[in-house]
């Protein structure tokens, strides 16, 4: 099993390369270089969670139609090479976009929306094969092997970045986004031989079919599934909705060069990796719900500490801030992708894993539009963009505390008894998995 879960971790390694430069190195120079709007930065970035829904019917049609035998694999490929293709004409889009709008405007839709496409894709298969092979006694430690190593590989992917690109110029960017999304090629490719075994079509061809609606009235129709859905939204706007911003302010507040601007997603990785090590010990003593609130608590504390460095001008909080925001995220990823597998049936592990990743890109598509929009809308109110900045990774804190007051209230057991309490849908799944 140690094999499949560092394949599974080459996947989600490969996927995580290829959105290091598009959300760290590319949305600063896209802000502060080329003076673009920060809501329209915002819109690009986020665009491809617009075909989050996407991943409930992957999900769901990867479970019941397998491609040669395949369930999973086909759908993971597919994806990654999107991915790759998005990420090395994203900067392309960038620079045209300041120099002919309406040409870089289409461009920059292609590639965004490859890319956004292709992580759908993958993203929903890697996460569900990474379920079944595990089972649920090895979850947990499946868990902390991929994102141990997907963190390792945004700190490598965020050094590398800063390397290629010292000194700054446009070529040394596109040479960077071309290394970076071939080595990602690379490991994905490596992660698929001979991880997923093959089934009987035959078999495949006698199993349950439903449609859409079917389809999200089994994920809604479970209170305690609905609130986790909506818990995972309200958290994930605040944690992954500073992506575009924290290198902008970087170089805002500070002036940060963006060489430097770059390594923040280094030290951010680092710290996260701290917490995902530390909270593999934590979870033998302490329930996922429990690791999950202190990761939320460190992280509204760095975002306080982040906005604080703004008003004050002081490095050091800010990276301070920085450093409990890596530690909040390492914990409450930990913990909530435990809590989030947990939260799945058998027969429908695409499909519910497919519901939690729509989550995702919805939480990702909020937070990146909301963040640059308050953003651009405030500092033409307020005539400073460093406050404006201050303002928004407040509303970052205050989410995070929203979404601990609706922790409270998710019970995994409450979940997995309407599970079982299933209606003619689940009976349907459940029967099929069982023959």
Not at 395 to 404: D, Q, R
Request: glycine share 10%.
């Amino acid at each position: 099993m140690l094999r499949k879960r560092i394949q599974l971790g080459l996947i989600h390694v490969a996927v995580a390369m290829t959105l290091v430069p598009i959300n760290s190195t590319l949305n600063r120079v896209m802000i502060h270089e080329l003076a673009i709007s920060a809501t329209l930065v915002a819109v690009l970035a986020s665009l491809p969670y617009l075909f989050s829904p996407i991943q409930i019917l992957i999900g769901s049609f990867s479970d019941h139609h397998p491609v040669w035998g395949w369930r999973r694999t086909p759908y993971v490929l597919m994806g990654l090479v999107l991915c790759v293709f998005g990420v090395v004409l994203s900067p392309l889009a960038a620079y045209l976009l300041a120099q002919n709008f309406l040409a870089g405007l289409l461009l920059g839709l292609f590639a965004f929306g490859a890319w956004g496409m292709g992580f759908n894709f993958s993203t929903v298969s890697y996460l569900s094969l990474a379920s079944e092979l595990s089972g649920e006694q090895g979850r947990g430690k499946t868990i902390a092997t991929m994102w141990f190593m997907m963190i390792v590989s945004i700190i490598l992917t965020a050094i590398l970045i800063s390397r290629l690109v010292d000194p700054f110029t446009a070529q040394a960017l596109l040479r960077s986004f071309w290394v970076v999304g071939l080595a990602a090629l690379v490991l994905g490719m490596l992660g698929v031989i001979k991880l997923e075994p093959r089934i009987a079509t035959e078999k495949a061809e006698t199993e349950v079919r439903y449609s859409w609606r079917e389809t999200s009235k089994s994920v809604l129709e479970n209170p305690q599934a609905t609130l986790f859905f909506v818990y995972l939204i309200v958290l994930l706007i605040a944690l992954l909705g500073q992506d575009i911003l924290l290198e902008p302010f970087g170089g805002q507040a500070f002036q940060m060069p963006v060489q430097v601007t770059t390594r923040i997603t280094a030290i951010w990785g680092t710290f996260s990796l701290i917490a995902l090590l530390v909270a593999g010990a934590i979870e033998r003593r302490f329930s996922k719900r429990v690791v999950a609130v202190w990761g939320g608590w460190l992280a509204l504390v760095g975002f306080v500490l982040i906005a604080s460095s703004g008003v004050i001008v002081n490095e050091r909080i800010f990276y301070a801030g920085v450093v409990l925001l890596g530690l909040g995220t390492g914990l409450s990823t930990v913990a909530n992708l435990s809590l989030m597998l947990d939260m799945t049936t058998a027969g429908k592990v695409g499909l519910f894993i497919g519901a939690w990743g729509m989550a995702n890109a919805i939480s990702r598509l909020a937070g990146s539009v909301l963040g640059g929009a308050v953003r651009d809308t405030l500092t033409q109110l307020l005539s400073n963009p460093v406050h404006a900045y201050v303002i928004v990774f407040g509303l970052m804190a205050i989410l995070l505390f929203v979404s601990l007051l609706m922790l409270r209230r998710i019970d995994v057991s409450a979940f997995q008894e309407g599970a079982q309490g299933a209606g003619l849908v689940e009976r349907a799944a459940l029967a099929s998995e069982a023959s």
